[in-house]
C-alpha cells in the first residue's frame, strides 16, 4: 500500500521504471484501477532521475488529450516516487504489429492511419501544452515509438512515458553528450546533439509509421554505428520498397523523415491531415476489434488479473448485505424505542387533571339578575337559567310592562362595552 492506491503486479518494465497494476481505494466504497509507474530503487536516491520523474508528472499533467495517457497522481513514501495514470485496457503498438506478423499478417492501412493520426494529434495537444501562466512549454517529446503508444480496446491509440521531454522550464537537464531516447528512432539532430523542437518528433513518427505499414525496422545494419550513419545521412527507406500496395504512402513519409527539420511537415496536426488523405482512417470500432483479435488471450488473461485485484478489494454481496442488514436492525431498534417514548409522553398527558375554561362572565346589565343563593324563591323564565350553576349570570327579558327610553338604545357596561336593547332594534 502507498498512500490510498494498493500495487500489484507489474505489466511493462523499462530502463527507469515498472508500470504495475494498482487500485485507488477512496471514501464511501470508492474504487478504481489505476497503473503506477514506480521508479526502480537504484534512480530513487538520484536527483537527476528524480527530477525527471517529477518532470514527466508535471509535463503530462498539462496536456489535456484523449490520445494521451492521463496522469492522475503522484505519491513519494519510503525514499521511492510512484507516478499514478489512467488503467488503458490495451496493447503496446509494438507489440501488436509484432503479433500481426508472427500471425502471418500485416497490419491494415485503414488501421495504421488510425492509430498513427491519434498519436499526432495527442502530439500536437503536447507541442501546443502552456504553463499555470499561458506560456508555451515548447515541450518535444524525444521518445515517439512503437513501445511508448498504447492501443486500447476502446480503439484509441495513446501516447505515454513524456520521461525524457524536453520543455522550456524542466527542472532536470541533459548533460553534454548525453542521449536520451531510442536510437533508431532518433532524428538527424538529435543524435548530433543539435537543439530540437517538436519537428523531432514528426520525424521519429514517420519511423513508426513504416514499421506500422511494413513490419520492418527503417534502419538495419551490423552495428549502432552504421545505423547511425544511415540516420544522420538520411537514408531512409520507402514503403513501397517492401510492399508496392503502399506506395500512395511514399510521399507523405519522405516529407517527414527528410534529412533537415525544415523540410518537414511543420506541426504534427498538418502530418496526420496529410496521412488521412491517403486512406480515411478505420472507425474506433473496426480498431477495436483488430486489437481484440490479435491481443485477445493476453488482454483476457490481464482482464482476469485486474477482475480478481478488484474482487479482492471490494468487500463480498454477503459482506455488503451483513452490512446493510446490521444498519436497518439498528433503524428499527431506534424506531421502537422512539415509539415506546411517544407512547408514554401520550400516556402521562391523558392521566394529567384537565383543566376547562369557563364561559365568559358577562358584565351585568340593567336587564341582568344575579342568582345569589339557592334559597332564592325566584322562578328562572328560562329552561337555560335552571341548568345554570350558582353564582353565574342569568338573563332574565325585562317585563312587558316595563317603558323602555330607546333615545339611547344601548347601555354600557363596566369595562366599557356597549350592549344594545333587543327591544329598541326591533323598534
Not at 309 to 335: D, T, Y
Request: with cysteine.
Amino acid at each position: 500500500m502507498i498512500g490510498r492506491y494498493a500495487i500489484y503486479d507489474a505489466i511493462a518494465t523499462g530502463g527507469m521504471a515498472t508500470i504495475h497494476l494498482g487500485r485507488l481505494s477512496g471514501p464511501v466504497g470508492f474504487a478504481k484501477t489505476v497503473a503506477v509507474k514506480r521508479l526502480h530503487a537504484q534512480f530513487a536516491h538520484d536527483p537527476e532521475f528524480v527530477a525527471m520523474f517529477l518532470d514527466e508528472a508535471r509535463l503530462a499533467a498539462r496536456i489535456q488529450h484523449p490520445n494521451v495517457v492521463q496522469t492522475l497522481d503522484v505519491v513519494s513514501t519510503d525514499g521511492e516516487l510512484f507516478l499514478v495514470m489512467e488503467y488503458v485496457r490495451g496493447e503496446t503498438l509494438s507489440r501488436l504489429v509484432r503479433a500481426a506478423h508472427s500471425a502471418g499478417e500485416s497490419v491494415p492501412p485503414r488501421i495504421v492511419v488510425a492509430l498513427i493520426s491519434g498519436v499526432l494529434q495527442g502530439l500536437h495537444a503536447a507541442h501546443e501544452a502552456v504553463d499555470d501562466s499561458n506560456r508555451a512549454l515548447a515541450l518535444v517529446h524525444r521518445d515517439v515509438s512503437p513501445q511508448n503508444v498504447l492501443v486500447g480496446l476502446d480503439g484509441t491509440a495513446r501516447l505515454l512515458d513524456f520521461g525524457v521531454a524536453k520543455a522550456e522550464n524542466k527542472t532536470s537537464s541533459t548533460r553534454e553528450g548525453q542521449l536520451k531516447g531510442k536510437l533508431l528512432y532518433m532524428s538527424p539532430e538529435q543524435l548530433e546533439g543539435e537543439d530540437v523542437d517538436r519537428r523531432t518528433d514528426i520525424y521519429a513518427t514517420a519511423i513508426v509509421l513504416f514499421e506500422a505499414l511494413t513490419g520492418k525496422r527503417m534502419f538495419s545494419g551490423k552495428s549502432e554505428g552504421a545505423q547511425i550513419a544511415k540516420i544522420t545521412r538520411g537514408e531512409i527507406v520507402l514503403p513501397s520498397s517492401m510492399d508496392p500496395a503502399l506506395a500512395p504512402f511514399d510521399a507523405v513519409l519522405k516529407k517527414a523523415a527528410a534529412l533537415a527539420a525544415s523540410d518537414r511537415h511543420a506541426t504534427a496536426r498538418e502530418f496526420a491531415l496529410a496521412l488521412e488523405k491517403i486512406v480515411p482512417p478505420a472507425p474506433a470500432t473496426e480498431v477495436a476489434a483488430w486489437v481484440e483479435r490479435i491481443a485477445g488471450p493476453t488482454l483476457e488473461e490481464r482482464a482476469k488479473r485486474v477482475a480478481e485485484i478488484e474482487s479482492r478489494i471490494q468487500p463480498s454481496k454477503r459482506h455488503r448485505r451483513r452490512k446493510w442488514l446490521g444498519v436497518f436492525v439498528v433503524i428499527a431498534l431506534a424506531s421502537i424505542v422512539a415509539l415506546g417514548v411517544a407512547g408514554i409522553a401520550i400516556a402521562i398527558h391523558d392521566d394529567a387533571p384537565k383543566v376547562t375554561a369557563s364561559a365568559p362572565v358577562i358584565p351585568p346589565t340593567p336587564s341582568a339578575v344575579v342568582d345569589p343563593a339557592p334559597a332564592q324563591t325566584t322562578t328562572p323564565t328560562s329552561a337555560s337559567a335552571l341548568s345554570a350553576p350558582r353564582g353565574t349570570v342569568v338573563m332574565k327579558p325585562a317585563a312587558t310592562t316595563t317603558k323602555i327610553d330607546c333615545e339611547q338604545p344601548y347601555v354600557v357596561d363596566s369595562v366599557g362595552h356597549m350592549h344594545f336593547r333587543k327591544e329598541c332594534l326591533r323598534k
